[in-house]
């Protein structure tokens, strides 16, 4: 707010003005003091009809796009440097008589250069990338996923530990101890989730399967291919199915062999063209048939510990599916599943 | 700039966004062009992440083995990649690509060459990206399958490739070419043309163009200051044009020029969209150009006119008016704020005028780097304008100043035509003159539309703050005021504006009380519109303007550092009076009025002459 400062015009000059003027009425007067800046304020113009010809009636024009900044713009508006303009016809305007001649035609020379550009075949090779890197490289792939899918045998060396307690306790060795070893012996059931969330590792999911052929050699893996869950209480969307061969409703492997379950598992964000999508629910209630019929589900998926439903992370053995992913992580990450399992834990 | 679905992302998961710039040098993105950006260029990321992006709002088209983002977001996170902190090297970005693409059309990886050549470089990539783009063009215009398969690629690449890349004329060649061996209009000719392209350079390849069909006739004018396209009837040149998209020209024409008193002719050459109304700068006002069209065709046009006395055209050389009248030129801003909002225009002593649109909310505003305040002294109900909103609005200096230099009205030769003249423009503080033509009467009674040549280089804003206000000048004498300026349109080189017409000016100098000798009005004109109760009004107006100049007076003690000396600021004032007091004794019946504000103005004068003798003593 402005220092309100007195005017130029006293009271007094204004006096002698009217003085000197003698206005007939309010109305010149009141002229005669806005004219002199006088501190009575002027009142607000008037839009009274009068008879001046001052301007003619015509149609309201559009807002030029130019039109002067308001102040409202100039107080909100930034230092602008590429305030987008509408562009605007410019005015046809009056132009001298001119006298116009065909002179002929020129053709045009090509430039020097098209000689010596080089040949484009704009279709030749193909439309995709290589494939990617495998998220699990050749000698931790092997090392996580035997550590994930191994089961215990009894080996050749005796539990001396073991035996030195029972006989330490009074009772009788009907057997003798081995030590346990881990082994692929027993194979793997390994199912795939086809659903759209995995398209993104689809080249990955080759890669694994290879992987895990060559891991447990030929005839020991069942692959077997489903979509968003095996037993998924919807029909549609129930089953799995084979390399060859149609759908069906999946089955336990025999016992003690482990299941290797590859999905999102209801962790992927939305697909919005995709309607089918498996329920925690659905989930829990699969990884509870599994353990029922006495095998060991493991589960590798893309999505971090954090995107985990924790109910399913009691029942299964996640692997996270990373190159951050260790061997020692995974070993232990099935020991404490299946120690869990041992104590009923995941009931 | 950003995007609600670039937030929404950023929000979930602000390494996909990363990702997602490193993969907007892409035609499409893929697995395993995913996978080699993240895990090179942003490790910390995990695989999760390339899920989140695959399946988030960015992606505008998606299948099982790759996707594309929306052009826009792409235009965004381009930018996001090369102007933001932490970002690895556009040129790693560009390397990566290369290794993932290395199997994939030459096409594509050309589109992706040149747009991150453009993302890396900016303006200094234009020689590559031309060098890039040659085999492509080699290609189109070799005839043949390869060159259909070329056309379309460039017909489906124009909307993806980068700005910069569409702005090389040798891309602009590409998709001239390939739109019109595909008979189809182009998508984008890549923004505006170039000027300084040659058309041989878009000619050369263009397949034969009398297959396109009839050529079309256009109409062009040589106007003050260029030329100007428009309809063919009626136009005393015309020329015969392929029906391309777009029309394109090449306009020639000789520009005299002196060095150390030798004269010569430099010539120039501009290329230019040919359509009705487009306006193209020539400099040096030449009097015969010479237009080439694409199909080679070439065409001379003459000026007939030139120094003719015909008062249709203004057909003589621009001359600015003398720079002594830019000192009735005030830029004025907020008080307070050192923001201008445009210019007010001195048209008497202390009477300006503006825009209306100016002053807006503002009843008082300051004149930039000045202590001198204006007052908005709204038109009273006696000076209405019957109902309508005025354009122009009158400013008096609320502390009695008095302006040295004060525009004094003139009419235009003739109301129906156009004028040739000129308007200040303040840049860097500075008004200087700038070169103007304003168009012939139109459908509007109180504007005239126009054309600013060669405005200064500001931002929207400032040429605004710059020029709206400012006046239209023609022989020294005040013919319209600027209302309001659309700033050029790159490469035009002119800007759009709207002055008020001669009678809209006509009917402010009366109502503001401008003397009818200076005004250029004859006595019964001005009595034919005022009446007897206005002339009443008019002579109270001057006398009391006499009153405040007076007031000037004793403010000027106060100046004393802004003028040269206290007694040539009173002489100076003393000759304004008398100025305006032979104006006041032209009025009729006033004599004796006259007297009292003499004896007035005189007894005010002697207190003011012993008040400063007094000081000075």
């Not at chain 1, 995709?274 to 589960?299: I, K, N, S, Y």
Request: proline share 8%.
């Amino acid at each position: 707010m402005c220092e309100r400062r007195r005017g130029p015009i006293s009271l007094g000059d204004t006096l002698r003005v009217e003085a000197a003027l003698r206005p007939r009425d309010a109305a010149t007067r009141e002229a005669v003091e806005a004219l002199l800046g006088a501190e009575r304020s002027a009142p607000p113009a008037k839009l009274v009809p009068s008879a001046g010809p001052w301007k003619q009636n015509e149609p309201k024009a559009a807002p030029a796009p130019g039109a002067a900044p308001s102040a409202g713009r100039a107080k909100t508006a930034p230092a602008d440097s590429g305030e987008s303009v509408p562009a605007a016809a410019p005015p046809r305007l009056a132009g001298s008589a001119v006298a116009s001649r065909h002179l002929g035609r020129t053709s045009f020379a090509p430039p020097a250069w098209l000689m010596t550009a080089d040949s484009f075949s704009p279709l030749a090779g193909g439309n995709v990338s290589l494939p990617p890197p495998p998220i699990f490289d050749r000698l931790r792939s092997r090392a996580i996923l035997g550590a994930a899918l191994a089961t215990f045998t009894a080996g050749s060396e005796v539990d001396l530990e073991r035996a030195t307690a029972a006989l330490a306790a009074g009772r009788r060795l009907q057997r003798i101890p081995y030590r346990p070893v881990p082994t692929l012996g027993r194979g793997a059931q390994v199912l795939v989730d086809r659903a759209r969330a995995l398209d993104p590792l689809r080249l990955d999911l080759v890669q694994l399967l290879a992987d895990l052929e060559l891991l447990f050699g030929p005839g020991r893996l069942e692959v077997l291919s489903f979509a968003h869950c095996p037993s998924a209480s919807d029909a549609r969307r129930r089953g799995v199915w084979a390399e060859s061969g149609g759908r069906r409703a999946w089955r336990a492997p025999a016992r003690g062999m482990p299941v290797l379950v590859v999905s999102d598992f209801a962790a992927s964000p939305a697909v919005d063209d995709d309607e089918d999508v498996a329920t925690p629910g659905e989930w829990l209630q699969f990884a509870r048939q599994v353990r029922a019929d006495f095998c060991h589900p493991v589960a590798l998926t893309p999505y971090p510990p954090s995107r985990w439903q924790p109910a399913l992370a009691r029942l299964l053995s996640f692997v996270h599916w990373s190159e951050r992913t260790t061997a020692r992580q995974v070993m232990r990450a099935v020991r404490e599943a299946r120690m869990r399992a041992a104590a009923g834990g995941y009931r | 700039m950003t995007d609600a679905r670039l937030s929404e992302l950023e929000q979930e998961s602000p390494l996909a966004v990363r990702l997602a710039e490193l993969a907007s040098l892409a035609v499409r993105v893929d697995a395993g062009l995913l996978r080699r950006l993240r895990r090179d260029l942003l490790p910390e990321a995990d695989v999760a992440v390339e899920l989140e992006l695959w399946f988030s709002t960015l992606v505008e088209a998606r299948s099982e083995n790759g996707f594309q983002m929306a052009p826009d977001v792409v235009a965004l996170l381009r930018r996001r990649l090369a102007s933001e902190p932490g970002r690895p090297p556009v040129s790693r970005v560009r390397a990566v690509l290369a290794e993932a693409h290395a199997q994939v059309s030459p096409a594509i990886r050309l589109e992706e060459k040149v747009n991150g050549l453009a993302v890396e470089l900016g303006t200094a990539a234009r020689p590559l990206i031309a060098d890039a783009l040659r085999p492509a063009l080699r290609a189109l215009t070799a005839g043949g399958p390869e060159a259909a398969q070329t056309a379309r690629w460039v017909f489906h690449a124009v909307p993806r490739l980068h700005p910069l890349v569409l702005a090389t004329p040798i891309a602009r060649t590409l998709v001239l070419a390939a739109s019109l061996l595909l008979r189809t209009r182009p998508r984008s000719i890549g923004g505006a043309l170039e000027p300084t392209q040659s058309i041989a350079e878009l000619g050369w390849a263009l397949p034969p163009l009398d297959l396109l069909g009839e050529p079309e006739s256009l109409g062009v004018e040589l106007v003050p200051g260029g030329l100007q396209f428009c309809a063919p009837d009626g136009a005393s040149g015309r020329i015969q044009l392929p029906p391309t998209e777009p029309r394109v020209v090449e306009i020639e024409w000789a520009l005299e020029v002196i060095v150390e008193t030798t004269r010569g002719w430099d010539r120039r050459r501009v290329l230019s969209e040919a359509a009705a109304g487009v306006l193209v700068a020539l400099a040096g006002d030449p009097d015969e150009v010479t237009i080439t069209t694409l199909s080679g065709d070439r065409y001379q046009l003459s000026r007939q006119t030139r120094g003719a006395d015909t008062a249709a055209t203004s057909a003589t050389r621009y001359v600015p008016p003398s720079p002594r009248l830019l000192a009735a030129c005030l830029q004025i801003e907020p008080l307070g704020m050192p923001t201008p909002l445009g210019v007010a225009v001195a048209v008497g002593p202390a009477l300006l005028l503006t825009p209306t649109a100016v002053l807006r909310e503002f009843p008082v505003v300051g004149v930039h780097d000045s202590a001198t305040q204006l007052a908005w002294r709204p038109w009273s109900a006696r000076e209405s304008d019957e109902g309508h909103e005025d354009e122009l609005a009158r400013l008096v200096p609320i502390h009695g100043e008095i302006f040295d230099v004060a525009l004094q009205a003139s009419e235009w030769a003739s109301e129906d035509d156009g004028l040739e003249g000129s308007v200040a423009g303040f840049v860097e503080d500075r008004p200087r003159w700038f070169h103007v033509v304003v168009q012939p009467r139109d459908e509007r009674w109180s504007v005239r539309r126009g054309v600013l040549w060669h405005p200064p280089q500001l931002s929207a804003r400032e040429l605004r703050a710059a020029f709206v206000g400012s006046p239209f000048v023609v022989d020294d004498r005040l013919a319209g005021v600027v209302l309001s300026l659309t700033p050029p349109s790159p490469p035009a080189e002119y800007a759009t504006i709207e002055v008020t017409s001669p009678g809209y000016l006509r009917s402010v100098r009366v109502r503001a009380g401008l003397s009818a000798s200076s005004s250029g009005l004859d006595r019964e004109s001005v009595d034919e519109v005022e009446g007897d109760q206005a002339a009443r009004q008019r002579k109270l107006e001057l006398v009391a303007r006499l009153i405040a100049l007076l007031a000037g007076i004793r403010n000027a003690r106060t100046r004393r550092a802004q003028t040269a000396s206290l007694g040539q600021r009173k002489m100076l004032l003393i000759a304004r009076l008398v100025r305006v007091l032979n104006g006041v004794a032209e009025e009729r019946g006033f004599q004796d009025r006259q007297v009292a504000v003499l004896k007035e103005i005189s007894d005010r004068l002697s207190a003011f002459d012993g008040s400063t003798q007094a000081r000075d003593a």
